[in-house]
């Protein structure tokens, strides 16, 4: 499956941005899909993920409330809808996916996604 992000931007601390990942390939519904995000000079860390379905779905503690992962099949493409963001928040965006098992398991390290999107830039300005 190959995976391209797009939705990234310039936005005032408080606005919103979506960013979306869109997937080629077969079968998308039978892959994880997780949101990431690194600061040059810093590690990945981990957004959210959501199943293959879209109806599980798993956040950073510290964005619970603010983001939103979702995911439409059909157009075979994730969304990260990101709400009240915060100078903290600026980043490069990564969408990244794997191949999920009959039974969803919650995979948070970069290393458990095997397709990577190019990244998208996020700036929050003060």
């Known amino acids: 499956v190959q995976l391209q992000g797009s939705g990234g931007g310039v936005v005032q601390a408080g606005g919103s941005l979506r960013l979306s990942c869109a997937a080629s390939?077969?079968?998308?519904?039978?892959?994880?899909v997780g949101w990431f995000r690194q600061v040059p000079g810093k590690e990945r860390e981990f957004v959210a993920v959501t199943d293959g379905s879209g109806d599980s779905r798993y956040y950073e503690d510290s964005l619970k409330g603010r983001f939103t992962i979702s995911r439409d099949n059909a157009k075979n493409t994730v969304y990260l809808q990101m709400n009240d963001l915060k100078p903290e928040d600026t980043a490069i965006y990564y969408c990244?996916?794997?191949?999920?098992?009959?039974?969803?398991?919650?995979?948070?390290?970069?290393?458990?996604?095997?397709?990577w999107g190019q990244g998208t830039l996020v700036t929050v300005s003060s």
């Open positions: 990244a996916a794997d191949r999920t098992p009959p039974i969803f398991i919650v995979t948070i390290d970069p290393m458990g996604f095997q397709y």
């Open positions: 390939g077969s079968t998308f519904s039978m892959y994880a």
